[in-house]
T-cell receptor
């Protein structure tokens, strides 16, 4: 079993839809949970950052962490064509520089 | 702000050739990283440098060497390139807390080894 699993997609939705992106993980030591957005031929950029369980909202984006189920989600409300990108989940125990594990990414297309 | 700058952006090598990827950051970050990204594999850590003067192996270090030249610069060297090293390479840096996953990435260097 991979340490972090993520639906690869691709996911295609109409503009204005609510998008749900998900990751599961196996290492209970993870405490920091991130979502990165990566546009085509660009580097990943940090989109959301949460510590431990709970929800965090930033504009149209909401990140949820359920440590008991080892499951994290990113919700995008009122999706826009500019949201078309690959979304990478990442997680870390915070105890070692090398222990940031990335999921393989989900490709999202928002169709106007 | 430039953030993290990588050069070159594209490179084609023949098997056995050597090359160095350069990375510089202007955010005064202590920690710097080199990742490779392959389809379906996600980002995998090659080497990292927690601070100036230190370097450590990541998940996939074989075939690579690194140099932390100063606080700003961290280079990745392929001594004898192999087709398996065809990939997109990303340099990243992180704020002083380190290890929590807040990474700032460059735009990538696309390497093809024939």
């Amino acid at each position: 079993q991979k340490e972090v699993e993520q639906d690869p997609g691709p996911l295609s939705v109409p503009e204005g839809a609510i998008v749900s992106l998900n990751c599961t993980y196996s290492n209970s030591a993870f405490q920091y949970f991130m979502w990165y957005r990566q546009y085509s031929r660009k580097g990943p950029e940090l989109l959301m950052y949460t510590y431990s369980s709970g929800n965090k909202e930033d504009g149209r984006f909401t990140a949820q962490v359920d440590k008991s189920s080892k499951y994290i989600s990113l919700f995008i409300r009122d999706s826009q064509p500019s949201d078309s990108a690959t979304y990478l989940c990442a997680m870390s125990s915070g105890t070692s520089y090398d222990k940031v594990i990335f999921g393989p990414g989900t490709s999202l297309s928002v169709i106007p | 702000n430039a953030g993290v700058t990588q050069t070159p952006k594209f490179q084609v090598l023949k098997t056995g050739q050597s090359m160095t990827l350069q990375c510089a950051q202007d955010m005064n970050h202590n920690s710097m990283y080199w990742y490779r990204q392959d389809p379906g594999m996600g980002l995998r850590l090659i080497y990292y440098s927690a601070s100036e003067g230190t370097t450590d192996k990541g998940e996939v270090p074989n075939g690579y060497n690194v140099s932390r030249l100063n606080k700003r610069e961290f280079s990745l060297r392929l001594e004898s390139a192999a087709p398996s090293q065809t990939s997109v390479y990303f340099c990243a840096s992180s704020p002083p807390a380190g290890g929590t996953g807040e990474l700032f990435f460059g735009e990538g260097s696309r390497l093809t080894v024939l």
